[in-house]
């Protein structure tokens, strides 16, 4: 940018309006705009910024709406992908798109934190609680119970870590897994449909994709096991939706603890929020303080190294 030019910068998608809390922001030559909720109009809101901070996938940036931004010059994503950026149509625009660091730990943990609250059946125990009430429901344990993965990297094996901690079995299964590949991590490589017909949990750990999308639907829930509790704290397109709500309906499992949902944030009107056998919480697998020091931390960095006419971490 020109010398002693101030550069406009947008933060989108700051929620819990916490993101300047986090990284050297007034190090920054820069006037500093944070929408802490999500955008109605993503062209007319984002005109005249010189840089976008966005969080995640939360807004997307398909090539009509990067056509329709000319000030844009720097596109910062936190994470180190960006399915919701069309990165060559940034290309072609003269925008450059960098990234930030990412933990995969906090992911891993609210994995089981899903499991144990619906294997315990805490929120119901929580809400009996506050109104009074004393052990209104039977829980079921995880020890000696299967542990299956749909996807064995880097947060399926941590979760398959964790899994054997508590003494369960783990299998896994994805398109490309094989048996050498599973054993490092003590997991048994099955076939998809014994996946789904053994497991007493299953977790999901897949990149969303073409692949991927609507890999887990109607056939594949009917095939669980009654008692079985599904977990999704990877992208909710993994699950056809409409196909749980009513496998949950017809209790064809016992329940399903959510991080991710197609539409986000979630309808308030969503017929999942009425289940007692779905356990819910707002995509807050990877919201941990330790994350956003990295993902704000690092954006800086990318501001500045852009300022400087060096850009650092391209997303290619």
Same mark, same amino acid.
């Not at 979760?159 to 003590?186: C, D, R, V, Y």
């Not at 449909?193 to 999901?204: K, N, P």
């Given at each position: 940018?020109?010398?002693?030019?101030?550069?406009?910068?947008?933060?989108? =998608?700051?929620?819990? =309006?916490?993101?300047?809390?986090?990284?050297?922001? *007034?190090? $920054?030559?820069?006037?500093?705009?944070? +929408?802490?909720?999500?955008?109605?109009? &993503?062209?007319?809101?984002?005109?005249?910024?010189?840089?976008?901070?966005?969080?995640?996938?939360?807004?997307?940036?398909?090539?009509?709406? $990067?056509?329709?931004?000319? *000030?844009?010059?720097?596109? &910062?994503?936190?994470?180190?992908?960006?399915?919701?950026?069309?990165?060559?149509?940034?290309?072609?625009?003269?925008?450059?798109?960098?990234?930030?660091?990412?933990?995969?730990? !906090?992911?891993?943990?609210?994995?089981? %934190?899903?499991?144990?609250?619906?294997?315990?059946?805490?929120?119901?125990?929580?809400?009996?609680?506050?109104?009074?009430?004393?052990?209104?429901?039977?829980?079921?344990?995880?020890?000696?119970?299967?542990?299956?993965?749909?996807?064995?990297?880097?947060?399926?094996?941590? %979760?398959?870590?964790?899994?054997?901690?508590?003494?369960?079995?783990?299998?896994?299964?994805?398109?490309?897994?094989?048996?050498?590949?599973?054993?490092?991590?003590?997991?048994?490589?099955?076939?998809?449909?014994?996946?789904?017909?053994?497991?007493?949990?299953?977790?999901?750990? #897949?990149?969303?994709?073409?692949?991927?999308?609507?890999?887990?639907?109607?056939?594949?829930?009917?095939?669980?096991? !009654?008692?079985? #509790?599904?977990?999704?704290?990877?992208?909710?397109?993994?699950? *056809?939706?409409?196909?749980?709500?009513?496998?949950?309906?017809?209790?064809?499992?016992?329940?399903?603890?959510? *991080?991710?949902?197609?539409?986000?944030?979630? !309808?308030?009107?969503? !017929?999942?929020?009425?289940?007692?056998?779905? &356990?819910?919480?707002?995509?807050?697998? +990877?919201?941990?303080?330790?994350?956003?020091?990295?993902?704000?931390?690092?954006?800086?960095?990318?501001?500045?190294?852009?300022?400087?006419?060096?850009?650092?971490?391209?997303?290619?």
């Amino acid at each position: 940018m020109p010398y002693g030019e101030i550069m406009r910068i947008a933060i989108l =998608d700051d929620y819990q =309006d916490v993101a300047l809390t986090f990284g050297d922001w *007034d190090s $920054l030559k820069a006037d500093i705009t944070v +929408f802490t909720e999500p955008l109605t109009d &993503v062209v007319g809101q984002l005109q005249g910024f010189d840089v976008i901070v966005a969080m995640r996938e939360r807004t997307r940036f398909p090539a009509e709406v $990067l056509d329709r931004l000319p *000030d844009l010059k720097l596109l &910062v994503s936190t994470g180190p992908r960006n399915a919701a950026i069309d990165v060559p149509a940034a290309k072609r625009n003269g925008v450059v798109v960098s990234r930030t660091g990412y933990l995969g730990e !906090p992911t891993a943990e609210h994995t089981w %934190a899903l499991i144990l609250a619906a294997s315990r059946n805490l929120p119901q125990e929580f809400r009996s609680m506050r109104e009074g009430g004393w052990q209104t429901t039977v829980g079921t344990m995880l020890h000696g119970k299967t542990l299956g993965l749909l996807g064995l990297g880097r947060l399926g094996a941590g %979760a398959a870590k964790i899994g054997q901690a508590f003494g369960m079995e783990t299998i896994a299964w994805s398109q490309n897994l094989t048996p050498e590949k599973a054993a490092p991590h003590g997991v048994t490589a099955v076939a998809k449909d014994e996946l789904f017909a053994r497991s007493d949990v299953l977790s999901i750990h #897949l990149v969303l994709s073409g692949r991927t999308r609507g890999l887990v639907g109607a056939a594949e829930l009917a095939a669980m096991k !009654p008692s079985a #509790l599904l977990v999704n704290t990877s992208r909710g397109p993994i699950v *056809d939706e409409s196909a749980l709500v009513d496998a949950l309906r017809r209790k064809e499992i016992r329940a399903a603890a959510l *991080d991710v949902y197609d539409v986000e944030p979630f !309808p308030a009107d969503h !017929p999942l929020r009425t289940m007692d056998n779905a &356990v819910l919480t707002p995509h807050l697998g +990877f919201v941990a303080r330790e994350t956003y020091e990295i993902f704000y931390g690092d954006a800086v960095e990318d501001i500045a190294a852009f300022q400087a006419g060096e850009p650092i971490r391209l997303m290619e």
